[in-house]
């Protein structure tokens, strides 16, 4: 069992001697201290190249230290994710100015009570925005983004894609985006395969009907 510990400094001139100190005296050594300078806590914590280091060394039964939760994350959602993986990998965590120590049965209650609590805020906003959007809806609102074009502008891209002109050269002349282009154009073929297969079955459908009705009236 090996003990760690971890500091993160938002940025590259945030003194961590403070952090260094604190753990030092929680009997972390510096040379067994995982350092992340200039990363926001708003980074996933897996995602900063010293935690991932540290990570990447971390065998069940050790325990890694940091002054304060912040110094893992500043996402609700990440620390909480965080703490199940150290849980999961039998990592234990110490987080000094909370006096939490997972490794203890008052620990993982308190991490649990966390995440119940996280989950409750995510189920609430969950209906909230489920119920909002509903009444949104029967009001008539439409939902969803305005589209990036109007009619006329539409018209010119499926106009030049007609007259053979490319993508390229489509997005240069109206300053819309390749994906703008292609899904205007995608969407313009839909309408032209409807309209046709509406004019087939206009002419087709009364000729058949009236073919059938004469099949039967022959003797």
Not at 40 to 52: H, L, V
Request: aromatic letters at 4%.
């Amino acid at each position: 069992m090996t003990d760690y510990g971890y500091v993160r400094g938002s940025t590259d001139s945030q003194d961590m001697a403070g952090q260094f100190h604190r753990l030092a005296e929680a009997g972390i050594p510096r040379g067994r201290v995982f350092a992340d300078n200039g990363t926001s806590g708003m980074k996933p914590a897996m995602e900063r190249p010293r935690f991932a280091a540290l990570w990447a060394q971390l065998v069940p039964g050790d325990t890694v230290t940091v002054p304060e939760l912040s110094r893992i994350g500043r996402s609700t959602k990440d620390v909480l994710a965080t703490v199940e993986d150290f849980e999961t990998a039998g990592v234990g965590l110490r987080i000094l100015d909370l006096a939490l120590d997972t490794t203890t049965p008052t620990g993982r209650m308190v991490v649990t009570v966390l995440a119940a609590v996280a989950r409750l805020e995510r189920d609430l906003i969950s209906e909230r925005t489920t119920a909002a959007l509903a009444a949104r809806k029967a009001a008539g609102v439409k939902l969803g983004g305005p589209r990036k074009l109007n009619a006329g502008q539409a018209g010119a891209v499926r106009k030049m894609r007609a007259a053979g002109a490319s993508i390229a050269d489509i997005c240069a002349a109206t300053g819309v985006s390749r994906a703008t282009a292609y899904r205007t154009i995608a969407r313009a073929g839909k309408w032209s395969k409807a309209a046709a297969t509406g004019v087939w079955l206009v002419k087709t459908l009364p000729a058949r009907a009236a073919q059938n009705a004469s099949s039967k009236l022959s003797p």
